[in-house]
């Protein structure tokens, strides 16, 4: 049931769409069963406006504390860095009136790769546990479900360039949370 | 088939050494390049008259970036574009094989099980195209290609960048071919949208020609062959039985009543499940499977799909394996296996390759850890990470390069970096524009900076301009800026020398840092810290 609400709740902030996307290449397992089937029809369009229409914004990881979406191609514990691109991450794009767009996210890449400093004691997310319930709040702030250090490592190695919601403060990144999108 | 350059042609473009040309097309002509990794790939060059135009370059940059989404799945991958470069391109997967517009016209319509095996691999791909909300609207014969006995769906989303572009295309010049297009695509009084069902049309009548060689609206002329579109039902009377049916429905003149890729899917593996089996390889069911349990809108739909197109692609023979069609194909079902790595089909393409399709890439590093470079050490010298700073120093060679990021940098651009001098007859050099061993090459030493042209240590055009005095340890902040194919070196925020860049085969490249020993005293040190390369 809590995955249930979870996933709910998800769908809701991802734009009230069903989708038959299984992450079953995810991180940690099999997709949550409550997934909508995939003979839904695609997704609804939402009432927020075209990205097209504005220009991407990306945040600073390089100084200060921010939070924000980025493509992450490396993650070195050892040596406390990480090698990110900041991207613009939203959901809910499609333009009411646009009957070709059936995204239920999108993405602008900066291509402005960066290397941070990650704190020394950092916190990493999963959008599933090991038993394969979702935790996700909301899209952009990624998974919600601990994760080892060595597990995240180990998931960006295999997976450069996927993408990861990123906490900094002063400049470091203090946590990091694989990004589910639907 | 590959045809020589022409005089004329660019040798690079992008970071992409062209090596032929591949065709001529309607939107400019397509060369084989080779990218900075060694990768075979096809580079679209578009022709002038479109690249003049802001709202091409917008509509272009907008449909490239959709295409990207698509799942490398029974679809050639784009990889790279550049809407803003003075001749704008875009790069995708090269895909070494014959047309199936050239294996019907070589060999006849399809046999019903290679047919059926064709029908199911190109409706993969079109709920790929689909799923990512991207719409082909020029799915033709000569679009479906075979790589290693598997099709693979090129060309698609970017005809919609030429579409409407009013300028260049009048009613008479419609992107598309006629014979594959769909009844409401020749309504120009209704502005009627044209949608995913007009992709879904053209598969029906790629089909019906891949099982018959003829068209299903066959007429003596295009204006014919749009009537019959219009008014007409097919003629599917010498397609295969099992695949009539669901032909037909998909060639319907009501968009509406044509069944939606996802759909189409369905009916191809579900209508006879055991015959679908039995011609089709356990892989290509595998991918097709998983390409219908996906729906428009996510990377979630690549994931999904990307280890049973990995399973595709290891078998390498792919659906045609077992159902030789023509000896061409069968040709390239055999090649070696060097050739098949240089054809990773269904591989997402590397990170390198996913840059400038917005703007042109950036990079920022402290260099006080291993990051975008990472500690370097052989015979020839080290660099490795102390002092909060990237320390460099010679070995057995009078220089050495620490390893970076693969970027290529093309075009106006800016490298700023903050470099020491760590011992006396070091320099610090920075290349930008670096080909292999190729590039040009800053020396900041302790007295002097430097520019030259430094070909596999062959140097030639070196300026050199005096340095106030500097005691070692001194860090000086370097900034090179090229604009209009003119590098300019500044020293702490003042220019000291410019140079033209004239080295056609060096529009593009890395950026490099390392030592050089200036008079062969061995094991000269130099530090590096905070680079920005900027593409401006």
Known sequence: ?182 | MTDPLRPGDPVELGGYRLLGRLGQGGMGAVFLGRGGDGRLVAVKVIRPEYASEAEFRGRFRSEVNRARQVPPFCTAEVLDADPDHPTPYLVVEYVDGPSLSQVIAEQGPLTAGNLHSVAVGVATALAAIHGAGVIHRDLKPANVLFALGTPKVIDFGIARAFEVTSQHTRTDQMVGTVAYMAPERFDTDHHTPVGPAADVFAWGAVVAYAGTGRTPFQADSPAATAARILTQPPDLSRLPASLQPVVARTLAKDPRERPTAHELLDLLLDVDQAEATQVMRPELLRVAEAARRTRPGSRVVRRVVLAAVAALTLVGGGLLAAHSVVPRIQSALNASPAAVQQQPVGKPSPTPSRKRVIQGPSIFDRLDRPGQWTPTRDDSGRCEFTNDRLEATTGGANWFACKGPADIFAGDQSVTVDATVLTSGACASIWFRKVEEAGYQVLVCAKDVRIRLDDEGAVSGESKKNLPPAELGHTRRIEIAVQDQKATVYVDGIAQLSTTLDEPSLAAGRVEFGPYDDIQEGDTKVAFANVEVLTL
């Open chain 1, 1 to 182: 049931m809590k995955r249930a609400l979870v996933v709910l709740a998800f769908v809701l902030v991802a734009g009230g769409c069903g989708t038959a996307s299984k992450p079953g290449a995810g991180p940690s397992g099999p997709a949550p069963s409550s997934a909508a089937p995939s003979s839904e029809p695609p997704s609804k369009p939402s009432t927020k406006p075209s990205p097209e229409k504005s220009a991407p914004t990306f945040g600073d990881v390089t100084q200060g504390s921010t939070k924000t979406v980025v493509k992450m191609y490396s993650f070195d514990a050892d040596n406390q860095s990480a090698v990110v691109e900041p991207i613009d991450f939203k959901t809910g794009v499609c333009a009411p009136d646009d009957d070709e767009c059936h995204a239920e996210w999108d993405a602008q890449d900066s291509h402005r790769k960066v290397t941070v400093p990650v704190a020394d004691e950092p916190k990493f997310f999963n959008w599933q546990n090991d038993n394969g319930d979702v935790c996700i709040k909301k899209p952009e702030d990624g998974g919600t479900c601990p994760m080892k250090p060595k597990a995240f490592a180990t998931w960006i190695k295999e997976n450069p360039g996927e993408m990861v919601a990123v906490t900094t403060d002063n400049g470091e990144i203090t946590r990091a949370a694989l990004v589910y999108v639907p």
